[in-house]
């Protein structure tokens, strides 16, 4: 039985264990690099509280490096999935050598716009006089190491599309495990500090590198990077870029949030607030890359189906998915409310930063729950083509609710205010993704039932 055909046969649950696993471990190790930073940064002594905030105040700065990353290299792996599925090899060629280009070009031109600008924009996003030094010794270094970190993140996604998910979620492990060793080393033994997180992080990210060009160049890859195909084509990175904006756009708009958040927090509660929503914020991936997991298996599962117009198997899909997804973060809220002293403690023990932590924590996650099943359902849309519902869904709990709520609420309550915005916001945008799902469902069954009058009529 083909690939296609078991998508529209094979038993969904296992269909769903099966492309699920390997995108869950993949996303968990994606986020060890910035977790594992944290907890050791935050555990320098005597320094660890006002230098995890510094790192949290950079945050921004890696979001658009991300957003940069996102632009190329989903565009890319799109494209290069579309040609591979046309039997046209060359033009998948094309694609990638013309995304290898842009991602050196953007690397260079990230890299001297963040090193000249980095001190007035880490001011803007809430950095103090504590803390802008610890700051721009963490993105200086990161900025410098730019390119690695945008090929390695660009040229996963098109590992994928040349039909090697395994390899492309070996080419993190390598960088995690690399972050992992290297990080306590230079900074306790070499006694480098933040620095030598950031110069750890980097040459983690070298490796990842190293791995995926060898893997393009000399590998097993169905296409190779090729010289002759490195110039820049108009119509290439226009169709690149066209499809990587939507991602793109979502990430700027995220950078955003942190923006308005660090300065609401920075106002309000000061530099240990902002290394508190650092923690949490960590603390809060740790559940909901599984679920990001989750949705990358369940995307073609749905497409398929729903194709197929087997609503029936797409919408089971949607119902295991969410029922994962919020056993997840279920887990995920008892944990955060059961020992958040602990939680905090693992990457400061600051009793100020610990106060603070734990009560925001507790408030700012109260609706964790509610989470894991508007992510999928936002996720269901994209997966049967409804991109517009899906996008304004993913900006609903993000930007639409949370940017305004952010600038009120905090007027009338503080600090508190800020946790309160967030936890409001992932109420709201909960209960409109159910009422935009339940709608477009009921209308999908007058659809059906309609268009089988009209077969059963003609017949």
């Keep these: 039985m083909n690939n296609q055909k078991r998508l529209g046969e094979v038993g969904i649950r296992k269909l769903l264990l099966e492309f699920s696993i390997p995108a869950i471990v993949g996303m968990l190790v994606n986020t060890l690099y910035n977790i594992i930073d944290r907890v ?39 494209r290069i999935s579309i040609k591979l599925g046309e039997h046209d090899k060359e033009s998948a060629e094309r694609h990638l050598g013309n995304a290898f280009t842009l991602i050196i070009i953007i690397s ?19 950095a103090s006089v504590n803390t802008i030094g610890y700051a721009i010794d ?26 090697s998910p395994k390899v492309a979620m070996l080419s993190m492990l390598i960088g995690a495990l690399t972050n992992i060793i290297l990080d306590p080393i230079f900074i306790f033994v070499l006694g480098l500090g933040v620095k030598g997180g950031a110069i750890a992080t980097v040459i983690s990210q070298m490796v990842s590198t190293t791995w995926i060009l060898y893997y393009f160049t000399k590998g097993k890859s169905v296409l190779k990077i090729k010289r ?21 756009s979502m990430q700027v708009a995220q950078c955003a949030v942190q923006v308005i958040s660090n300065n609401s927090l920075q106002r309000y509660g000061g530099d240990a ?12 991936m740790i559940f909901l890359m599984p679920i990001f997991g989750l949705n990358q298996g369940m995307q073609p599962i749905v497409g398929y189906n729903f194709g197929a ?15 994962a997804a919020t056993t997840i973060v279920t887990i995920g809220f008892i944990v955060v409310e059961t020992i958040p002293e602990l939680l905090i403690s693992i990457f400061n023990r600051d009793p100020e930063l610990l ?12 609706m964790l729950p509610l989470i894991g099943a508007q992510i999928v359902t936002t996720n269901y849309f994209q997966s049967i083509g409804k991109v517009k519902v899906s996008m304004f869904l993913s900006l609903l709990r993000q930007v639409i609710i949370l940017i305004p709520l952010l600038i009120l609420i905090p007027k009338f309550m503080g600090l508190t205010g800020v946790w309160v915005a ?38």
């Design 40 to 78: 050791y940064i935050g555990n320098i002594p005597e320094i660890g509280n006002l230098a995890i905030t510094g790192v949290g105040i950079t945050l921004p700065l890696m979001t658009i490096i991300l957003a940069f990353g996102m632009l190329v290299g989903i565009g890319t792996a799109t």
């Design 108 to 126: 260079i031109l990230l890299t001297a716009i963040g090193l000249i600008f980095m001190r007035p924009l880490l001011s803007m996003f809430g």
């Design 138 to 163: 963490y993105i200086r270094i990161i900025f410098m190491g730019t390119i690695f970190n945008m090929l390695s993140f660009g040229l996963n996604h098109s590992i994928r599309s040349d039909g």
């Design 228 to 248: 002759k195909y490195l110039k820049l084509n108009k119509e290439i990175v226009t169709s690149i870029f066209l499809i990587g904006m939507s991602p793109f």
């Design 273 to 284: 607030a902002i290394g508190a929503m650092t923690i949490i914020n960590s603390l809060v």
């Design 309 to 323: 117009k087997k609503y029936d198997r797409a919408k089971k899909t949607l119902k295991y998915t969410a029922i």
């Design 355 to 366: 106060r603070i932590g734990v009560s925001g924590m507790r408030i700012f996650l109260v």
């Design 422 to 459: 967030g936890a409001t916001s992932d109420f709201l945008s909960a209960l409109i993704t159910l009422v935009v799902f339940l709608r477009y469902n009921n209308k999908l069954k007058k659809d059906t039932i309609k268009q089988s009058s009209t077969q059963i009529l003609e017949a």
